[in-house]
């Protein structure tokens, strides 16, 4: 396997488990020293640690609530000092509180502010703090669901827009980094067989399978494959793009 990321370094948010966990470990194949951050799986998380350490790369875990956009500025920091560099920000970490409709009294408003946090300023503030450190040609890759583009089902109006939001930040990031050559792009996932999803397997409702083109969970890994040749040295003039990995549920 070629370490075309030999020599970077990348953080991905949210790397204790499911898709993050499958990111860092392709980061890792490709020869990048990788951190990642966790909120509450402080043991998944040592354990990811030690299957990256496995592979012969540098790599740490990091605690950081992505619900507190002050902790962005040290999750970077920290990340600076264990791995020498930032070359690569995967957001990947979010939450998807999805379910009830909008005019539904039983609705948790609190909960659907949080999730707000969670997914777009702790995202923005992830952004902003990286690109004090990235190089020109630095790379910054968010993950975002087809959601964000189209709405089949009711119950989803805060976590979509929490998605759809970032599309917007990244083409805005992207115009304002090209004259560095940093890339900034959205990856939209599919529906995964993550903790996420739990619960979901062979429970969906019609309508939501038939929204895909091609029914079925989306493997983490084939997302992980976007991330990575979005980090790596062929994809230089993607920037401001949002690519698809969501069995065309946005076809
Ligand atoms: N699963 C799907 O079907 C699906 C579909 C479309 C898009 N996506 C997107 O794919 C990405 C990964 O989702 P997933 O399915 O892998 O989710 P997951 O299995 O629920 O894992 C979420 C990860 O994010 C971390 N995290 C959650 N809240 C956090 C916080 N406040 N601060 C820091 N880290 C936090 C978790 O850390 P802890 O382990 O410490 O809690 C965990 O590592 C998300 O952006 C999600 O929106 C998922």
């Known amino acids: 396997m070629s370490k075309t990321l030999s020599g970077k370094v990348a953080l991905v948010t949210g790397g204790s488990r499911g898709l993050g966990v499958a990111i860092a470990i392709a980061l890792a194949d490709k020869g990048a020293d990788v951190a990642i951050s966790y ?19 540098k790599a740490v875990a990091i605690k950081a609530d992505q619900g507190d956009p002050s902790a962005s500025e040290p999750l970077i920091r920290q990340v600076v000092e264990k791995l020498g560099k930032l070359d690569i920000l995967v957001n ?14 039983e609705i948790d408003n609190a909960a659907m502010d949080r999730q707000w946090t969670i997914n777009t ?10 690109v004090k450190v990235l190089p020109d040609r630095g790379r910054i890759i968010s993950i975002g669901s087809g959601l964000g583009t189209r709405i089949a089902f009711p119950g989803t109006a805060d976590y979509a827009a929490t998605k759809a ?25 599919g529906m995964m ?4 999803a739990a619960g ?52």
């Open 193 to 196: 067989d993550t903790d996420m």
């Open 165 to 189: 939001a970032i599309v917007g930040y990244t083409k805005g990031a992207a115009r304002d980094l090209g004259s560095r050559h940093i890339t900034v792009n959205v990856v939209q996932a």
């Open 200 to 251: 979901s397997k062979g429970k969906l409702p019609p309508i939501i399978m038939e929204s895909h083109a091609i029914q079925g969970y989306v493997p983490v890994e084939e997302v992980a494959a976007a991330v990575v040749f979005l980090a790596g040295p062929d994809a230089g003039s993607i920037t401001g793009s949002v690519i698809d990995v969501n069995g065309g549920f946005t076809a």
């Open 39 to 57: 909120v509450a799986s402080e043991e998944k998380a040592a354990s990811v640690v030690e299957q990256l350490k496995a592979k012969g790369v």
């Open 121 to 130: 300023m702790g995202v923005i503030a992830n952004i902003r703090a990286a």
């Open 92 to 105: 990947n970490a979010a939450v998807a509180w999805q379910g009830k409709k909008i005019d539904d009294p």
